[in-house]
């Protein structure tokens, strides 16, 4: 197989990883100075943009959507009166407003990114060992135990045991027995067995790591992180003259 002709990503532009963690670097810096509605709007619209480039079409405007909607209700509740209300959502929705491309951003990458191509990219960053296996499993780590907690959910309807609010509610006990020990005791052995199976797998070993895909940094990578840049530019901008 030509190695050089092999994306990983049927859909949509392929980024370096190394590329992405610039981006989502800059992503933060600019969610945390952003000085207005305007600039936090462009903001999550240039992180649409990227993820329909990286073939996250349908997540990138579902995600727009819901921050346009939310953009609604900011202008709404900046139309009331000072009071409590007033207060307690204007806090909120600036956590929110700091929060969320960062969230939005990342979500993306996570999609968009196998473990091996982002641990690929980190060896050739040349970041330690101690470093690396610690992220390998985390990243590992998330996926095994939702994939758990799926398995756990299956096996409890049938005994009409469900994991939600009114579930707890009505049988506390139960629930707790059911669901939360099994989940519990599934989160440590996950951890001790991905340790074991990275290790198993390679992770320590001194020589260059192989990836099927071919990690480099191309065009594309440098116009993202230039326009990341220029927009963390014009935040900076942007907060002097206000």
Not at 41 to 52: D, E, M, N, Q, R
Not at 106 to 123: D, G, P, Q, Y
Not at 163 to 171: A, E
Request: some cysteine; overall charge positive.
């Amino acid at each position: 197989m030509n190695r050089s002709a092999y994306t990983g990503n049927r859909f949509g532009l392929q980024f370096d990883p190394r590329t992405k963690i610039v981006l989502l670097i800059l992503c933060v810096i600019s969610a945390t100075i952003a000085s207005s509605l305007l600039y936090e709007s462009a903001l999550v619209f240039a992180i649409t943009v990227f993820g329909c480039a990286s073939g996250k079409v349908r997540r990138s405007l579902f995600c727009m959507a819901f921050y346009g909607a939310f953009y609604i209700l900011t202008l709404w509740i900046r139309s009331l009166e000072k009071g409590v209300l007033y207060t307690v959502f204007t806090s909120w929705l600036g956590l929110f407003y700091t929060v969320y491309p960062c969230a939005f951003l990342s979500s993306i990458i996570l999609s968009t990114t196998k473990v091996n191509e982002f641990l690929t990219a980190m060896n050739k960053a040349h970041i330690p060992k101690k470093v690396l296996i610690p992220l390998a499993v985390m990243l590992r780590y998330i996926p095994t135990v939702r994939e758990d907690w799926g398995y756990i959910k299956d096996a409890m309807r049938l005994r009409d045991v469900t994991p939600s609010l009114f579930g707890l509610l009505k049988n506390p006990a139960m629930t707790v027995e059911c669901l939360y020990v099994p989940l519990l005791m599934t989160a440590s052995n996950t951890a001790e067995e991905l340790s074991c199976a990275a290790v198993t797998r390679g992770i320590e070993n001194p020589k260059p790591r192989t990836c099927l895909l071919a990690i480099q940094f191309r065009g594309r990578d440098l116009v993202a992180i230039v326009l990341a840049v220029l927009i963390l530019i014009l935040g900076f901008i942007r907060e002097r003259m206000v």
